[in-house]
């Protein structure tokens, strides 16, 4: 944790709890005072019954957005998808999907 930049890098299995939920990831980093974050390398996010896998996990909390990049997996209650890239938009819960 670099205190000047505000800026969390993680160099190997890194699990985040948060309220009632979970980040895990092996690689990527977090800017906290700008609510930026990118997980990498096993990425998962898991809140009660939603759960989000990809490449790639990038988090953007101003924008309320939620990039799931390549092998993108979303899974909530009784609704599923998989696609190379899912895009999801906490405040509007709409989400997009891309296939190559």
């Given amino acids: 944790y670099n205190a000047e930049t505000q800026k969390?890098?993680?160099l190997g299995p890194t699990l985040i709890y948060r309220d009632s939920s979970e980040v895990y990831c092996e690689d990527g980093y977090y800017m906290i005072g700008?609510?930026?974050a990118v997980f990498k390398q096993n990425a998962q996010y898991v809140n009660d019954d939603k759960k989000e896998q990809a490449d790639s996990i990038i988090y953007d909390g101003k924008t309320e957005q939620i990039q799931l990049l390549s092998n993108?997996?979303?899974l909530e209650q009784?609704?599923?998808a998989e696609a190379d890239s899912i895009f999801y938009f906490e405040k509007s819960e709409n989400a997009l999907k891309e296939r190559k």
């Fill in 8 to 10: 969390a890098i993680f």
């Fill in 34 to 36: 700008d609510e930026y």
């Fill in 72 to 74: 993108a997996k979303y």
């Fill in 78 to 80: 009784n609704s599923y």
